[in-house]
């Protein structure tokens, strides 16, 4: 078992949808999760950081983590073409670690 | 304000040739990471380094060398070039009190 999953996709869904993507993790020492949007040929953009279990909205982003079940989620609301990219969740322990990447998944938003 | 930056942006090597990326950061961060992308992958960790004189491999080092001589610079260096070695890097960094990692716009790099 990987250390990261994510459904690569793609997802494709109609303008105005609510956007539901999803990891599953194995390492329960994971402690700070994140969402990574990626525009093509460019590198990650940092979109939703959250630490231990919770949910954090930010505008029409929303994600959630549920640590008992190492689960996390990236939902967004009203989706726009300009939404269309691949979403990377990434997660890492603590201290110097660096992050382990899920292969992303890639939203297309039909206008 | 540019954070960090890599150079070149795309390269063409030939087999068995050698190179160096480079990375800058311009935060002050001890923390910094190289990564690459394959397509359809997320980034995997190739080496670390979590201050000047300190480095560590990471998920994939074979092939590869670093070195940080400096706070700002961590060059990333492949020795005798393979086809293998075809993708995209990513350098990041982090500072040790934060949570947030930044990323280089990339370097894209073909082996033929």
């Known amino acids: 078992q990987k250390e990261v999953e994510q459904d690569p996709g793609p997802l494709s869904v109609p303008e105005g949808a609510i956007v539901s993507l999803n990891c599953t993790y194995s390492?329960?020492?994971?402690?700070?999760f994140m969402w990574y949007r990626q525009y093509s040929r460019k590198g990650p953009e940092l979109l939703m950081y959250t630490y231990s279990s919770g949910n954090k909205e930010d505008g029409r982003f929303t994600a959630q983590v549920d640590k008992s079940s190492k689960y996390i989620s990236l939902f967004i609301r009203d989706s726009q073409p300009s939404d269309s990219a691949t979403y990377l969740c990434?997660?890492?322990?603590?201290?110097?670690?660096?992050?382990?990447f899920g292969k992303g998944t890639h939203l297309i938003i039909q206008p | 304000n540019a954070g960090v930056t890599q150079t070149p942006k795309f390269r063409i090597l030939k087999i068995g040739q050698s190179m160096t990326l480079q990375c800058t950061q311009d935060m002050n961060h001890n923390y910094m990471y190289w990564y690459r992308q394959d397509p359809g992958m997320g980034l995997k960790l190739i080496y670390y380094s979590v201050g000047a004189g300190i480095t560590d491999k990471g998920e994939v080092p074979n092939g590869y060398n670093v070195s940080r001589s400096t706070t700002e610079d961590f060059p990333l260096r492949l020795e005798l070039a393979a086809p293998s070695q075809t993708s995209v890097y990513f350098c990041?960094?982090?500072?040790?009190?934060?949570?947030?990692?930044?990323f280089g716009e990339g370097s894209w790099l073909t082996v033929v």
């Open positions: 990434a997660m890492r322990g603590g201290g110097a670690d660096g992050l382990t």
């Open positions: 390492n329960s020492a994971f402690q700070y």
């Open positions: 990041a960094s982090l500072m040790p009190s934060g949570n947030t990692i930044y």
